[in-house]
């Protein structure tokens, strides 16, 4: 899949602007603070219906308007084109569309435009709580399969209303307790299956590229850990409903799963240095694309905003040659340094774009 035309208005800080992209490498040079990460983030918003960075849709608009508008046009695999469109007035509800048809459930679309973005934000990770942890795997899965998004929503829904029942002062109906519990296990059991095949088949192209990045300076594992794992859902959610009726909400169920990330046998969270974080999550974005391409016989758009920040000179030289490499489709990268662009494309010998960010302006 390639972008090849972009038309933004009134999103964060672009007024507008229409670009025309290369279908290798296009780059955006600028000071911090200038909008190249809202450019991404726009790019990102047409293939997940909402923002990377913020989940309300009032709030990406450009101040003091009152409506945004993102419309790409990419090309398959095949020579076809896709013309994608998202508008949103204020006070009114998102309109997303794929050749000027509109989409009943936004759950639809997302996975149609496979993209990876890695970012500064992507440090809530390792230092974050499991939550942050779980999106990345729900990021990558939902994008290659769609039984696992339409399990989470319908988990989600579940536990909204459960927590609803156990918050009430009175003593809930049972019976309306034990139904929304079956609907938790049944498609949390979809849910922590995916987790864990997902995991298992992703851990190895995760230590591929950190060996790679830090020429094998240091071993790394990633452990999904769940409450799937003692065995059926439902009694592990039954067996803590008293507990829960006093707390008032669900301790057990797989919103509370997490991903274990190790750094030489020990957590990375306590052990790791900022290039080691760095390069962990650098690792794991590039794994997540490496990953999608196979399961989904495409390469993905890969965004990466200001990755080289924190670390040092021999690093940024591996990424840099595994980014220029053929494995790679179309990349659209930032930063405040030219000389890293510069060595990007010198190493790519490919097509590229360059672009200038100042004040919300790209030219």
């Not at 204020?90 to 509109?102: A, I, L, T, V």
């Not at 965004?303 to 920040?309: M, N, P, Q, R, Y």
Request: include cysteine.
């Amino acid at each position: 899949m390639i972008l090849k035309k972009l038309s933004i208005l009134n999103y964060k800080n672009i007024e507008q602007a229409d670009l025309v992209f290369s279908v290798k490498m296009n780059c955006f040079i600028g000071q911090n603070g200038m909008g190249k990460t809202n450019l991404l983030d726009a790019i990102y918003y047409l293939s997940f219906c909402k923002s990377s960075t913020n989940p309300i849709d009032s709030q990406v608009m450009r101040h003091e308007e009152d409506f945004f508008v993102i419309q790409g046009l990419y090309e398959t695999e095949d020579g076809s084109e896709e013309d994608i469109y998202c508008g949103m007035k204020r006070k009114q509800k998102k309109h997303f569309k794929r050749n000027k048809k509109e989409y009943k459930r936004f759950s639809e679309h997302v996975g149609f435009v496979p993209l990876v973005m890695v970012s500064p934000s992507d440090g809530g990770l390792i230092a974050g709580g499991s939550d942050e942890r779980r999106k990345f795997m729900d990021v990558a899965i939902s994008q290659y399969e769609k039984r696992y998004l339409t399990a989470l929503i319908d988990y989600e829904k579940a536990l909204a209303q459960r927590n609803a029942l156990l918050k009430m002062e009175e003593e809930p109906d049972l019976e309306l307790l034990g139904l929304w519990e079956e609907m938790m296990a049944e498609a949390g059991t979809v849910v922590y299956q995916f987790r864990k095949a997902f995991i298992e088949e992703f851990t190895p192209i995760f230590c591929k590229y950190y060996k790679r990045i830090s020429q094998e300076k240091e071993e790394v594992s990633l452990a999904y850990v769940s409450h799937g794992d003692r065995g059926s859902l439902l009694e592990v959610i039954r067996d803590s409903r008293a507990k829960d009726r006093v707390m008032g909400y669900s301790l057990h169920g797989i919103h509370k799963d997490d991903l274990v990330m190790m750094l030489g046998g020990y957590p990375i969270k306590r052990e790791g240095s900022q290039g080691q974080n760095k390069t962990y999550l650098i690792a794991l974005k590039l794994a997540q694309f490496d990953f999608l391409k196979r399961a989904s016989n495409t390469a993905p758009l890969l965004l990466l905003d200001d990755i080289f920040d924190k670390l040092d000179a021999t690093r940024v030289e591996q990424i840099i040659r595994i980014v220029s490499g053929e494995d790679f489709g179309q990349i659209f990268i930032s930063d405040v340094n030219r000389e890293h662009l510069d060595k990007i494309l010198a190493s790519s010998g490919e097509d590229y774009r360059l672009f200038a960010v100042k004040d919300g302006v790209i030219g």
